[in-house]
């Protein structure tokens, strides 16, 4: 595995590179200092990002919700272009797409980009499964859908909480969370969708719930419709993912990462992530 890390940055109407190391942003940046912006998780695999399009289309939308100025798609495919100019076909990576309020009150935004390998942890999670907890987001499951301060549904970099549950199910020895609402109906991972198979057909939980609308459970959803298997969107609970022959935390880096312990509790794939994974390699 190589451990080349690029960086690539739009100012004034042109793509800079900088090294790994070499500071790009100011200390007054407000995407720092208050996480004011937006970002995606692009994977990067034989040398190019197959999935562009649909994380530029969800970036958009994101800096919408947040009244950012998206420096817009020529400026974000001339930024991976440059991280990806050489890099080996042979390994995976994860290329970050950044969008912050700059210094605020008109100023320019600060658009990056990041390329990197994918960790060998998360290389290993999406083979052999990953052991899940649910935790409570606290938040009524219809709230977000009423209140736009929320952000519901926009990949902000205000991801301190999701990062911090990931902690908290590491220190209950497992890797992995499913947000639930505070009435308890499934929400999506810290950082995944959730997905799971009962009588056949793949479920996930409803949109107007606030999650992130994921790329990857999309292009499963519809890759799955056209191979004659049924998809739907259900508004579960975690008893549903304990009835469930299968369970995936799904996102576009990872992959679909099979849960083969839910609270503790083990569980199978009934020999179906098999299936997901080439669905989804389609
Ligand atoms: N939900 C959240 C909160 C995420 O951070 C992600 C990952 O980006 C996802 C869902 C899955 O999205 P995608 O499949 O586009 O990676």
């Known amino acids: ?17 900088a090294k790994p190391d070499e500071p790009v942003v100011t200390a007054f940046d407000l995407g720092l200092g208050r996480g004011d912006g937006v970002f995606e998780s692009v994977l990067v695999v034989g040398g190019s990002t197959p999935h562009l399009d649909a994380h530029l289309a969800r970036l958009a939308r994101s800096a919408a919700v947040l009244s950012l100025a998206d420096p817009g798609e020529r400026a974000w495919r001339a930024l991976v272009g440059s991280v990806l100019a050489g890099w080996p076909a042979e390994v995976e990576g994860a290329c970050r797409l950044f969008l912050t309020r700059g210094l605020g009150e008109g100023s320019a935004p600060t658009v990056l980009a990041l390329l990197a390998p994918v960790t060998g942890e998360v290389l290993r999670q999406r083979t052999e499964g990953i052991a899940a907890v649910t935790l409570s987001l606290g938040v009524p499951a219809g709230f977000r859908a009423q209140a736009p301060w929320l952000l519901g549904g926009a990949k902000t970099l205000s991801y301190a909480v999701n ?4 902690r908290h199910a590491h220190t209950l020895g497992a890797d992995d969370v499913v947000l639930t609402s505070l009435e308890g109906r499934l929400l999506e991972g810290p950082t995944s969708t959730v997905v799971w198979s009962t009588g056949g057909v793949l479920h996930t939980p409803p949109l107007d719930t606030g999650i992130l609308a994921g790329t990857t459970m999309q292009r499963l959803f519809a890759r799955a419709a056209q191979a004659g298997r049924p998809t739907a969107v259900t508004p579960g609970t975690v008893a549903d993912l304990h009835r469930a022959d299968a369970v995936w935390l799904v996102s576009g880096i990872r992959g679909a990462a099979a849960v083969h312990t839910l609270d503790g509790v083990r569980r199978g794939d009934a020999g179906l992530s098999a299936e997901v994974r080439e669905l989804l390699a389609r």
């Not at 595995?1 to 590179?17: S, Y």
């Not at 990062?163 to 990931?166: G, P, T, V």
């Open 163 to 166: 990062m911090a549950a990931l």
């Open 1 to 17: 595995m190589i451990d080349e890390r690029r960086v690539a940055l739009w100012r004034d109407g042109e793509v800079l590179t």
